[in-house]
């Protein structure tokens, strides 16, 4: 995701309760509409549980926190709330008996260190129902990276990929969420992996309780908003006739909650797909709920205002509507076109995140995951597809949103560890997801896409610097345009020449060159 700031996640239940309800007063009644090139086939409207989300953080980062817990080569130094666990390869710290502020259903550990990349460290979580007998350590998978010198949480879904760059020495690691059966106990074990002694100065669990069941109003953040005149299900169809039948946001979330901050929306035509998993439990029955604490979690702990997919599919074939789009006078677009999200670093811009809800690395995903969901992911990404014109089985250049292109031609529909950057350092969207886009999900989805479909043109550039050398693939008919976000074509020249221009410069927007047949752009915007 973009570079964007992150507030502080230490809420009282008060302030968040007071904050959803000034935020979802006007927007629980609203109207949805469809993005303006999709049209309405079917709309739902169902009778809803309260929906809501409880939240509450738990911080170990004391000297009396830490020395409760039990140290095998690791030392605990400092005073007060300055200290910290140290320790370098073979060391390893495992927590205190942690009462749960309520029985969850999701946990996420988000930990403070010094001195080390983000693999250096390596957490584990456990709990039980009643303090003796203890579920098997579960390994954490790395969701995003904070540089704490800039306040900001960088989506990676694996250790620090090339290209983010950590200019402190203090970072703040989130884990994925880890589903829980509403346990009264938890436990963290980290394992210190690094030749170099690294500290630990705050390890946070965010106890999340995203359950369907209405608990009254000092329950959770999210009030219940009773709004039968909202469709809580839209069945849409693109210009390329292919149909979704998607839940609206209304349909797991009763408020229009945009979260605490937010970074400002920008909407950048799609010229990729992105796969991902959520890295979360596959054991779930209650799929709105997953996507619930997703989003809780993404809103408040990581400060990015709201979930990071654009799309999510759960377990049973339900796909849901991600990240909020346009509003307008008549009520706001659902699945807006082009809203940028935050998925992988520098691919946000001009991307859509489709997300499988749950983790395709592990042997349980192959007996939860239902051929009901697999088709709904062909459904989604030939959806996405055909509105976006993208041949699923073709391929193009992309332009990086950190001003440099990916490393050859990219496909058009591709997995999270596809960037530039990221293969290796990430599983995204796990061994089973990525098989099954390799060797089955192109070739299903152009079989559901007519020759309309088809990419119009493609783009290829060089750049040197800050300016960058672009060239069509195309013709003047195809109508085809593309857009580049914080990039300035020169008045003078060929134009075909562009100047990048950073975020605060009063120029910044998003411009368009509509394809010509030769070298070079026309200026249209």
Not at 28 to 56: F, I, N
Not at 231 to 246: C, D, F, I, R, S
Not at 382 to 403: N, T, V, W
Not at 494 to 506: A, C, I, K, R, T
Request: charged share 20%.
């Amino acid at each position: 995701m973009p570079r964007n700031s992150r507030i502080s996640h230490r809420y009282s239940r008060r302030d968040v309760l007071k904050g959803a309800a000034a935020l979802g007063l006007g927007a629980a009644g609203a109207a949805v509409l469809p993005s303006g090139d999709l049209s309405v086939v079917a709309t739902r409207h169902d009778q809803r549980p309260g929906k809501r989300v409880r939240l509450e953080n738990v911080i170990d980062q004391s000297r009396a926190d830490f020395a409760a817990g039990s140290a095998s080569g690791a030392g605990i130094r400092g005073e007060g709330p300055n200290a910290d666990v140290h320790g370098n390869n073979g060391a390893s710290f495992q927590s205190r008996v942690i009462n749960a502020p309520f029985p969850p259903t999701h946990v996420g550990l988000h930990w403070k260190s010094r001195g080390a990349r983000p693999s250096d460290l390596s957490v584990s979580v456990r709990s039980s129902a009643n303090g003796q007998s203890w579920t098997q350590w579960q390994p954490v998978n790395i969701e995003a990276i904070a540089d704490l010198n800039d306040d900001e949480a960088i989506s990676v879904h694996g250790p620090t990929p090339e290209g983010l760059d950590l200019d402190g020495d203090e970072i703040e690691v989130f884990a994925s969420l880890v589903g829980l059966d509403g346990p009264a106990f938890l436990q963290y074990q980290v394992q210190f992996n690094g030749e170099k002694d690294a500290a630990l100065d705050q390890m946070t669990l965010t106890a999340i309780d995203a359950s369907s069941d209405d608990a009254g109003s000092e329950s959770g953040f999210f009030a219940t908003a009773q709004a039968s005149d909202v469709p809580t299900g839209l069945t849409l169809q693109n210009e390329a006739g292919v149909a979704l039948e998607v839940v609206t946001r209304e349909g797991w979330l009763d408020e229009e909650d945009q979260g605490p901050t937010s970074w400002e929306p920008r909407f950048v035509p799609v010229k990729k797909i992105f796969l991902h998993h959520t890295a979360t439990s596959n054991n779930y029955n209650d799929g709105a709920a997953q996507v619930r604490a997703i989003h809780a979690y993404h809103a408040y702990e990581l400060g990015w205002g709201d979930i990071g997919y654009q799309m999510l599919v759960d377990r049973f074939g339900n796909v849901y509507e991600g990240r909020r789009g346009r509003d307008g006078a008549d009520g706001r677009e659902v699945l807006s076109n082009g809203v940028e999200a935050g998925h992988a670093f520098a691919y946000n811009y001009g991307t859509s995140a489709i997300a499988a809800i749950g983790n395709s690395q592990q042997g349980q995903w192959d007996r939860t995951w239902s051929d009901a969901a697999y088709d709904a992911l062909v459904q989604a990404v030939a959806f996405e597809c055909g509105r976006h014109y993208l041949d699923p089985e073709g391929e193009s250049h992309f332009l990086r949103s950190d001003r440099v292109w990916h490393q050859g031609p990219l496909q058009h529909c591709v997995g999270h560890q596809d960037a530039d950057g990221s293969g290796g350092s990430t599983a995204c969207p796990g061994n089973r997801l990525y098989d099954f886009l390799n060797n089955e999900l192109r070739g299903r989805v152009a079989g559901k896409l007519s020759d309309a479909a088809a990419e119009p043109g493609g783009l290829s550039g060089d750049q040197d610097g800050d300016t960058l050398q672009f060239n069509w693939d195309g013709d003047e008919d195809d109508g085809f345009e593309y857009f580049f976000e914080g990039w300035w074509r020169r008045a003078e020249g060929d134009g075909s020449v562009m100047e990048y221009l950073p975020s605060q410069h009063e120029d910044f927007a998003l411009h368009s060159w509509a394809g010509t047949d030769d070298s070079g752009a026309s200026w249209d915007g």
